[in-house]
C-alpha cells in the first residue's frame, strides 16, 4: 500500500512542466532512443537523489542557510541559461542531423544535475511535500513509499522519453526546429529567473 501511495505521490511531483520535463522532451526528439535514455537516465537519477533528499528533510537545511540558497539560485541560474542558450545554438542542426551533435558525457552529467537540483525552492517545497507524508510512515513504510516515488520518476522520465522519440519522425523539420528554439528559450528564462530572485534575495 505504501508503495502504490508512493507512486502516486511521485507521479504528482514529477509531472508538471519545469525545466526538467522540458530538458526530457527534448532528449526524446533530439536524439536516437538509446542516446537519448541515457542522458535521461542521468536525470532520473540526480532527480531520485532529490527526491531522498526532500524526502529526509535535506529542503530544511536550505531553509535556514541563505547562502546556501543564494548560491543554488544564483550558479544554478547562470549555469540553467547557458544549457538553455546550447539548446537554441544548435536547435536547427539538432533538427536536420539529430544525433550528430551529441553532447559529451561530462556535459549530460553536469546539465543532469542542474535541471534537478538547480532551483532550491523545488527541494523546500519537496521536504514539504513528501516530508509530512514520511510523518504519517512507519520505517519500513517509508521505505516502500519513497521507493515508489523514485518509480514514477524513472516510469515518468523514461516514458515520456520514449514517446517523443517513437513520435519525433513523424513532426516536421521546421516544427522540430520550433520545437527545440522554444525548448530553449523557456530554459533560458528559467536560469533568468532563478538569477534575478536570488539577486533579490541578495540586495
Not at 53 to 73: C, E, R
Not at 100 to 127: E, R
Not at 162 to 175: E, G, M, S, W
Request: charged fraction near 10%; charge should be positive.
Amino acid at each position: 500500500m505504501a508503495y502504490w501511495q508512493g507512486l502516486l505521490i511521485g507521479f504528482a511531483f514529477v509531472a508538471p512542466i519545469g525545466m526538467q520535463n522540458v530538458y526530457v522532451f527534448n532528449n526524446g526528439l533530439s536524439y536516437k532512443l538509446s542516446r537519448a535514455w541515457l542522458y535521461t537516465s542521468l536525470v532520473w537519477v540526480f532527480d531520485a537523489l532529490f527526491c531522498l533528499a526532500a524526502f529526509y528533510g535535506i529542503g530544511a537545511l536550505i531553509t535556514h542557510n541563505q547562502t546556501l540558497k543564494l548560491f543554488i539560485m544564483l550558479a544554478g541560474g547562470l549555469l540553467t541559461a547557458y544549457i538553455g542558450w546550447g539548446i537554441i545554438r544548435v536547435a536547427n542542426q539538432r533538427a536536420l542531423t539529430s544525433d550528430d551533435n551529441k553532447i559529451s558525457l561530462k556535459q549530460a552529467i553536469t546539465t543532469a544535475f542542474v535541471v534537478s537540483w538547480a532551483n532550491p525552492q523545488a527541494l523546500i517545497d519537496g521536504t514539504m511535500m513528501l516530508g509530512a507524508s514520511r510523518g504519517t510512515l512507519t520505517l519500513a513504510e517509508s521505505i516502500f513509499f519513497i521507493i515508489g516515488v523514485v518509480s514514477a520518476s524513472f516510469i515518468w522520465d523514461m516514458g515520456m522519453t520514449t514517446a517523443f522519440n517513437v513520435f519525433r519522425h513523424k513532426i516536421p523539420d521546421k516544427l522540430l526546429l520550433w520545437i527545440n528554439l522554444i525548448s530553449g528559450i523557456i530554459v533560458v528564462a528559467y536560469g533568468i529567473f532563478l538569477f534575478v530572485e536570488g539577486g533579490k534575495q541578495l540586495f
